[in-house]
């Protein structure tokens, strides 16, 4: 009993002061109310190939529903499912399992009284919503739903959907990113549906910033793994920035613009090192989610959204000695000159990898690092958001690979927010 009280007595300080935030608007690693996932690969021709894992972890004592929304890399929604957590609980996801239709197994205290599969550790609450019953994952999806996955997310027709929802690069790779948010109740509604946010977090979202995770891509293969943590977006009912109409928000193109989502947005330039040689043999991969400000549908195959692509304000190569070039079309008073006169658009996607130095983002340099502005204006969207509609939030990751088996991962500097979008310009 008393060793007991004494590790009570060491745990309790630390975890109460789990909650504790930073300032909205600048995005970083606390927890939210709403974790992404930029981006993803699945090998679906190799089990051994390229796989993307995350975890979805609860800060708090406090038990919650977790809402995962799959997307595809032209964000059309293809999949949604629930997950319980139980206080501090932890639940790893691989996206090779869920693609073949094996979602995770978690149950709330009502559906789950013995405690078999969601089990409540010492310190950690584990209650009943009973509006999972029947609602949370129990075995595998049905063939017909898997083959739907895979169409949807490699550029196929899906029939379940009736069109095609992502571009076809004709790898057989599935491409897309992730959306988790905390929820009041077990729901299979999409963001965008009715219901799903209410003033204050009283629709199926909720605003409790409790969530935080990593990701990890791993490719067996060819010996290599690299990872960073997931996006953390806290949200507020409270803060002007996220919760008066008209303000840039996370989920700002899903609830009209109105902020009723509370969510703050991403950054919108960035600033980030490049090596393309040396011990860094395997050069640098952009990471790069991007939002279109269109909730977007499934389209006919062959054809591309109206927005697609999307377009910058502007990006800047510099080397190492300060020497500028640049890829937008932008003329500059410097040497050496632009490195190719036709516009290049190298993000076009909501969600892609862009290899610095290959088709999509030429360089003139093999070190140095690019300057990122990534606000334009989507005509199809109209003049959104309102406070600014042309800033356009984004987030952007880093790779860089050495010696065909070793490589790293990590946010790129962020330089402002969507809050107030920098719209910076060079040459000027």
């Known amino acids: 009993m008393k060793s007991a009280a004494l590790l009570l007595a060491v745990v309790c300080p630390l975890v109460l002061a789990v909650p504790a935030h930073a300032v909205l608007c600048t995005v970083d690693d606390v927890p939210g109310a709403t974790l992404l996932l930029p981006y993803f690969e699945v090998d679906l021709g190799n089990p051994n190939g390229v796989t993307t894992l995350f975890s979805i972890n609860n800060a708090s004592a406090t038990a919650v529903l977790a809402h995962v929304v799959v997307w595809s890399d032209l964000s059309v929604p293809v999949l949604d499912f629930n997950v319980y957590l139980t206080g501090?609980?932890?639940?790893?996801?691989?996206?090779?399992?869920?693609?073949a239709g094996n979602l995770p197994q978690t149950a709330s205290d009502g559906q789950?009284?013995?405690?078999?599969?969601?089990?409540?550790?010492?310190?950690?609450?584990?209650?009943?919503?009973?509006s999972c019953q029947g609602q949370l994952p129990t075995g595998a999806l049905p063939a017909s739903f898997v083959t739907h996955l895979e169409t949807a997310l490699t550029g196929q027709f899906s029939s379940l959907l009736g069109g095609c929802a992502g571009l076809a690069y004709g790898d057989n790779i599935a491409r897309g990113y992730v959306t988790v948010d905390t929820v009041n109740n077990c729901t299979l509604r999409f963001p965008g549906d009715l219901g799903y946010f209410a003033a204050g977090g009283t629709g199926d979202a909720t605003d409790q910033n409790v969530l935080w995770g990593d990701y990890f891509y791993v490719n067996s293969s060819t010996n290599r793994a690299d990872g960073e943590t997931l996006v953390h977006i806290e949200a507020s009912a409270t803060n002007p920035e996220t919760s008066v109409s008209g303000q840039y928000t996370f989920y700002g193109r899903y609830v009209n613009w109105t902020a009723v989502d509370n969510r703050e947005p991403l950054a919108t330039e960035f600033?980030?090192?490049?090596?393309?040689?040396g011990p860094f043999s395997g050069g640098t991969n952009l990471i790069v989610w991007r939002d279109s400000k269109v909730r977007q549908g499934t389209f006919k195959c062959g054809t591309t959204?109206?927005?697609?692509?999307?377009?910058a304000g502007?990006?800047?190569?510099?080397?190492?000695?300060?020497?500028?070039?640049?890829v937008g079309g932008i003329v500059f008073q410097v040497s050496p000159p632009p490195i190719n006169s036709d516009p290049v658009i190298p993000f076009p996607a909501e969600t892609q990898a862009t290899t610095v130095g290959g088709p999509g983002l030429p360089v003139p340099y093999r070190f140095g690092w690019l300057f990122l502005d990534l606000n334009t204006t989507v005509t199809p969207a109209g003049?959104?958001?309102?406070?600014?509609?042309?800033?356009?939030q984004a987030w952007v990751e880093v790779v860089m690979s050495a010696l065909g088996r070793y490589s790293v991962g990590f946010d790129a500097l962020k330089l402002d927010s969507a809050c107030a979008a920098s719209h910076t310009r060079f040459g000027d």
């Not at 013995?114 to 009973?130: E, Y």
């Not at 502007?314 to 640049?326: G, K, L, M, Y």
């Open 305 to 311: 959204p109206s927005w697609f692509p999307l377009a």
């Open 383 to 392: 003049n959104v958001p309102p406070e600014d509609p042309a800033a356009a």
């Open 271 to 277: 600033a980030v090192r490049f090596v393309n040689g």
């Open 88 to 99: 501090y609980d932890v639940q790893s996801i691989n996206l090779r399992d869920v693609l």
């Open 314 to 326: 502007q990006w800047v190569i510099f080397d190492e000695q300060e020497h500028a070039s640049n």
């Open 112 to 130: 789950d009284p013995n405690d078999t599969i969601s089990p409540q550790g010492q310190f950690s609450q584990d209650v009943n919503f009973a």
